[in-house]
């Protein structure tokens, strides 16, 4: 059987390139490939430590890389070579791919992000590779940079089973009846957690923080959190439909995400969303989606009190149409085999 690896950073975990990835390995195994996943932590089937981010280098690193992929005929780098957490990895990687089949798969290129915006060594590139972004924006970007991309959009199960309601509201000690407002997000400073937990005060509602701090930012969350004028939930979820079944709102204040997928996974579940102003959520609305601004308070306040259900079958029909797993399988599938590479 013709073997594809995917690597990066981690995989198998609850972070959006992991998910996003398990999708893909998915859509590969459906195309005939044996997948292996290969990483510096997480569930994976060869792990190299020194891919992790923020792994120290040494000299094993580029053999321990080229003979972790040797067999495959095909590999997929998720975001490894896109954004400088670790540049050693990215380096080693790059060596082992080059002149074979690969597609890099971006989600964050480092000039989206103010703190990794002097690199300019990457995304990594090769005349045999494939590049494939997660928005036509970012599209654009590697055009006026001479690279060329394709964009197929992150894929989502739209026939996923409805969550436990009450049942979630019970481990997470909010009543049936109080209003419940979930960040299905990491904490850190993009992910807009001040207006997130302005817009519950104002709506009086419990403000439910689903993933913890990183990159530095737990001093900064517990004096928002301390100060917050309305109840705060701190209580990790595995990533599922239970996340959206308990909620009435879901909130995605951000300032910058490469996708965000909460919104679209909400709008499948049935729930009500209130986005940030970041670029790419204005790409994904303008696709179709009635979703609320985040600072739209008395609007929001109003549509709790009396929904209206074709908003959001409308939202969810345009999740189904654009944003389906058989959507996405099928780009993917068309890419492959334009270049020649499945099986």
């Known amino acids: 059987m013709t073997t594809c690896a995917i690597v990066s950073f981690r995989l198998g975990l609850t972070d959006g390139v992991s998910i996003v990835a398990a999708t893909w390995a ?19 089937d060869r792990t190299i430590p020194g891919l ?13 890389v080229a003979e972790a992929l040797g067999d495959a005929a095909v590999v997929v780098v998720e975001n490894l070579c896109t954004i ?16 074979r089949p690969a597609i890099l798969h971006h989600h964050d290129p480092p000039w989206q992000r103010d703190r990794f915006a002097h690199v300019t060594e990457l995304p990594a590139d090769d005349p045999a590779w494939r590049h494939v972004t997660i928005n036509h924006l970012t599209e654009r970007q590697f055009a006026d940079r001479g690279l060329t991309a394709t964009t197929i959009y992150n894929g989502f199960d739209v026939h996923a089973p409805p969550g436990d309601r009450l049942g979630t509201r019970a481990r997470l000690g909010v009543d049936p009846d109080e209003i419940l407002v979930a960040h299905p997000v990491r904490a850190i400073a993009r992910k807009g957690i001040g207006s997130a937990l302005a817009l519950c005060e104002e709506l009086e509602a419990t403000y439910w923080l689903l993933g ?7 001093d900064e969350l517990d004096g928002l959190l301390t100060a917050a004028r309305c109840q705060v939930v701190r209580h990790p979820l595995p990533h599922g439909p239970d996340i959206y079944a308990a909620p009435d709102l879901v909130v995605f204040p951000s300032t910058w995400e490469g996708f965000g997928n909460p919104p679209i996974e909400a709008s499948l579940a049935g729930r009500p969303v209130a986005v940030g102003p970041y670029p790419v959520g204005a790409e994904l609305r303008g696709l179709g989606f009635e979703w609320f601004d985040v600072g739209d308070t008395d609007r929001i306040r109003a549509w709790l009190a009396e929904p209206d259900p074709t908003v959001i079958e409308h939202n969810r029909r345009v999740a189904e149409e654009q944003f389906s797993l058989e959507v996405m399988t099928g780009r993917l599938r068309g890419l492959l085999d334009e270049a020649g590479w499945l099986p």
């Not at 992790?52 to 321990?64: K, M, R, V, W, Y």
Request: negative net charge.
């Open 26 to 44: 998915d859509a590969l195994r459906s195309f005939g490939f044996d997948v292996v996943t290969v990483a510096g932590e997480g569930p994976v």
């Open 52 to 64: 992790a981010i923020g792994a120290s280098a040494d000299d094993e690193l580029t053999p321990a």
């Open 84 to 99: 400088p957490l670790n540049l050693p990895a990215a380096r080693a990687v790059a060596r082992a791919l080059a002149g």
């Open 212 to 218: 913890e701090a990183e990159e530095g930012y737990g």
